[in-house]
């Protein structure tokens, strides 16, 4: 009888990587990489895991339970406290973002978070339409690092929507799957990036990479987190990277591209698969790169003259539904017909229409 007890007692024990109370304890870890084993663990076990969340008072806890929830209002704030986990290493803020991002954003209502990025005055960095929808580029975190000379990447997610317009409601709009990366939204000195940057990282290993003495300047940059096969090795991050290099004067550029992998933190099979100089076409002038850009960026005289409050209507239903005190409005997609032109009427504030 006593051995059947222990031969139960042992069926009914929690296999240590599905017990959300051992990689809970694992969130307060000294060490990043058992830190963020345990974020993934336990954001992969999902609903299974917010019960031992909910009794815990951790924040990491408290992020990881408003993640499964899918709590879209908590975005900002904890993409902020994985700016602050991270500690400068941006392979871990770039991986830590793109579990976020698509645990809040995947599939989701596209209307409450474009609320979210517009009180939090989220500047929008490019738009463009495919034949899988709208594409709308946002900086979350600007500036998500900065090196010791005032370099600043800054934290961008790419918004894959794909409207439903309809004639009498408000268009239905889901987001795809979001892509996050990291943009070096200014030129920046190589020599202090090298500075900034530990060599242990991808990015740092990248900026380190032996290059001819004349390229001085990192015109752009931006890392990628590429997250196939994440599901199988959640802690095995691969990334790639473009990076852009000038002369401090010249036209001359030099464009590479890496690859590679950070496996349970240690970098792996690091790589660079292109390396191309670029030379100034015949009869152009030379130019100088400016290092020092000033910290507010320039907008258009279309973006000037867009109000705050401006709303989208991809459908005849948006027109009918949208409030009517909003004094921008910009139609978008081929859901409205000039015959529902008439429905603008109804907006009698109205200073800003964009077609």
């Not at 790589?271 to 002038?285: A, N």
Request: glycine letters at 6%; aromatic letters at 8%; hydrophobic letters at 40%.
């Amino acid at each position: 009888m006593l051995h059947l007890v222990v031969f139960l007692g042992a069926l009914l024990q929690i296999p240590q990587d599905e017990d959300p109370a051992h990689w809970i304890k694992l969130l307060a870890s000294d060490k990043s990489v058992e830190r963020d084993e345990a974020f993934i663990r336990l954001l992969k076990l999902g609903e299974k895991a917010a019960p031992a969340l909910t009794g815990s008072k951790g924040v990491a806890a408290q992020d990881l339970l408003a993640l499964i929830e899918r709590r879209q209002e908590k975005l900002l704030e904890i993409l902020g406290r994985a700016r602050d986990e991270a500690r400068g290493d941006l392979d871990r803020l770039l991986w830590r973002a793109h579990h976020i991002c698509v645990a809040l954003c995947e599939e989701r209502e596209w209307n409450p978070v474009k609320a979210i990025l517009d009180r939090a005055k989220c500047p929008e960095r490019g738009r463009s339409r495919s034949r899988d929808g709208l594409k709308l580029t946002y900086a979350l975190l600007a500036p998500a690092w900065t090196s010791k000379a005032g370099a600043r990447f800054e934290l961008q997610l790419e918004f894959s929507i794909d409207p439903a317009p309809s004639a009498d409601e408000a268009s239905r709009i889901l987001m795809g799957d979001p892509a996050v990366e990291l943009v070096l939204w200014s030129g920046a000195p190589l020599a202090d990036l090298r500075e900034s940057l530990s060599k242990d990282t991808f990015l740092g290993a990248s900026v380190h990479e032996p290059v001819d003495a004349e390229f001085t300047l990192v015109r752009s940059a931006s890392l990628h987190y590429r997250s196939w096969g994440a599901q199988d090795a959640p802690m095995s991050w691969e990334f790639w990277l473009w990076i852009y290099l000038k002369p401090t004067i010249g036209a001359k550029e030099l464009t590479r591209r890496f690859e590679g992998w950070r496996v349970s933190g240690e970098l792996k099979d690091f790589r660079m698969d292109k390396s191309e100089v670029f030379e100034p076409s015949r009869g152009s002038q030379g130019s100088v790169s400016r290092i020092d850009p000033p910290q507010v960026q320039e907008t258009s005289d279309l973006d000037r003259l867009k109000p705050p409050n401006c709303q989208t209507a991809y459908g005849p239903g948006d027109l009918k539904t949208l409030p009517a005190d909003i004094t921008g409005l910009v139609l978008s997609g081929e859901g409205i017909l000039q015959r529902d032109f008439n429905r603008i009427s109804r907006f009698t504030s109205l200073k800003y229409l964009e077609l």
